[in-house]
C-alpha cells in the first residue's frame, strides 16, 4: 500500500464546474497536509495547507480534511482552463518526521471548453 | 521576494562522472530540502538542513550522495560516481518554519 494514494486521471471537468480531488494517507500520525500544483516541466506550487479536521477556503480552493477517514481533499469551484494541471497531495508525519513531506503520484486535471 | 533557485536547470553526464547540483533557498529560510523524482514515479524525499545542519538524511538513496550546506545558506548535492537509476528531476525547497515548502524549478539530471 502506497503511503499517499490518487488516483492518477486525467479528471475532466467543463469550464466553471467544480473539479473534486481526493487523497488518501496511511499513516494515522499524519500532522498536516498540502495540495500542490505542477504545471507540466515546472516545479510544484504550494496552493493549500491544512492542519486540521474540516474545511478551510482560499479563493476558489478548498481544502477538507478528515482525519479519523484518514482522508484530505481539495475543491476548486469555478474550474477554468489555467487549472489544468496534475495536482499532488502531500503530508508530514508524526514528530519525529514533521518536516519530511511525503507525496503522492498526482492526480492531472483537465479542464475542457 | 526571490523564489527558491537551482542550478543547473538541465545536466547530462556519463555513467561513472560527478555532478553536484546547487540550491539557494528563499532569503531568510532556515529549513532547507532536497528531494527527487524518478521518471513515473512520486517526488521522494532524500534529507533536510536546518541552517547547516544535517535534520533527517533518511532518504539518501546510498553513500554516492554528498549534500552540504556550508554557511546555512546555500546548498549543495554531489552525486559520485553518477549511475544510471540517478536520472531524474532533483528538486530543491525552502521553508521559515518546518512545514510550508517552497520549491526551486529543479534540475533534470540525465546519466547515460
Known amino acids: 500500500q502506497k503511503e499517499v494514494e490518487q488516483n492518477s486521471g486525467p479528471l475532466s471537468v467543463p469550464e466553471g464546474a467544480i473539479a473534486s480531488l481526493n487523497c488518501t494517507y496511511s499513516?494515522?500520525?499524519?500532522?498536516?497536509f498540502f495540495w500542490y500544483r505542477q504545471y507540466s516541466g515546472k516545479s510544484p506550487e504550494l496552493i493549500m495547507s491544512?492542519?486540521?479536521?474540516g474545511d478551510k477556503e482560499d479563493g476558489r480552493f478548498t481544502a477538507q480534511l478528515n482525519k479519523a477517514s484518514q482522508y484530505v481533499s481539495l475543491l476548486i469551484r469555478d474550474s477554468q482552463p489555467s487549472d489544468s494541471a496534475t495536482y499532488l497531495c502531500?503530508?508530514?508525519?508524526?514528530?519525529?518526521?514533521?518536516?519530511?513531506?511525503?507525496f503522492g503520484t498526482g492526480t492531472r486535471l483537465q479542464v475542457t471548453l | 521576494e526571490a523564489g527558491v533557485t537551482q542550478f543547473p536547470s538541465h545536466s547530462v553526464i556519463e555513467k561513472g562522472q560527478t555532478v553536484t547540483l546547487r540550491c539557494d533557498p528563499i532569503s531568510g529560510h532556515d529549513n532547507l530540502y532536497w528531494y527527487r523524482r524518478v521518471m513515473g514515479k512520486e517526488i521522494k524525499f532524500l534529507l533536510h538542513?536546518?541552517?547547516?545542519?544535517?535534520?533527517?538524511e533518511s532518504g539518501m538513496p546510498n553513500n554516492r550522495f554528498l549534500a552540504e550546506r556550508t554557511g546555512g545558506t546555500y546548498s549543495t548535492l554531489k552525486v559520485q560516481p553518477a549511475e544510471l537509476e540517478d536520472s531524474g528531476v532533483y528538486f530543491c525547497a525552502s521553508s521559515h518554519l518546518p512545514y510550508e515548502q517552497y520549491f526551486g524549478p529543479g534540475t533534470r539530471l540525465t546519466v547515460t
Open positions: 491544512i492542519y486540521s479536521n
Open positions: 538542513f536546518v541552517k547547516e545542519s544535517k535534520q533527517d
Open positions: 499513516d494515522r500520525g499524519s500532522q498536516s
Open positions: 502531500a503530508v508530514t508525519g508524526n514528530t519525529g518526521t514533521a518536516s519530511k513531506l511525503t
